[in-house]
């Protein structure tokens, strides 16, 4: 995998210049609903079928993208060993967080947007925070907790196997 690291104010055309295969968009700092450029960057990204895939602050981004509401979490998800729900295969991971807020969507059930069909993948066992959602009908997704993080447990490292293979995907 060959990575370009892009600024957050990027615009879509720079972005696009490059001929990505795929989108990552990591953690922040900020309030989600305060990045109004960002949001309609991932929506052209999106209308563009790129594989895309988001983590804490970049799940949020995508949130709202596909037209949720983002929160101020009361106390906030700190430190490692949260337990998180995988609602695909109920499996649960052990998970690192470091996040503020949090996405508003529809736990039960497929949910849709104008970039179809979607659902959420995974939630937090202790408070039901949406910690995932899934595209079903365009290569994307999202969590909010830190696959990446190390050191610490490594139950959601298939996620980035996930990335490569929507990538893989869309080019057939």
Do not use: W
Not at 22 to 33: C, E, I, K, M, R
Not at 56 to 81: E, S
Request: proline residues 7%.
């Amino acid at each position: 995998v060959e990575v370009h690291l892009m600024p957050f104010d990027s615009s879509a055309d720079e972005i696009m210049a490059i001929k990505p295969d795929g989108v990552f968009l990591s953690n922040g700092p900020g309030d989600p609903a305060t990045m109004t450029e960002m949001i309609s960057l991932v929506r052209e990204i999106l209308s563009a079928r790129i594989p895309l895939f988001g983590i804490c602050f970049g799940h949020q981004i995508i949130g709202r993208a596909l037209g949720f509401d983002t929160y101020k979490l009361p106390f906030g998800h700190r430190g490692i060993n949260q337990p998180v729900k995988n609602l695909k295969s109920s499996r649960i991971e052990i998970t690192a967080h470091n996040h503020g807020f949090a996405v508003k969507a529809p736990i039960d059930g497929i949910f849709d947007t104008v970039f179809g069909r979607g659902r959420v993948s995974h939630i937090n066992l202790n408070d039901n925070v949406v910690e995932g959602l899934e595209l079903l009908d365009r290569p994307g997704f999202s969590v909010q907790y830190h696959p990446e993080a190390s050191p610490g447990p490594h139950d959601s490292s298939y996620l980035f196997d996930q990335f490569i293979e929507n990538i893989k995907s869309s080019k057939k």
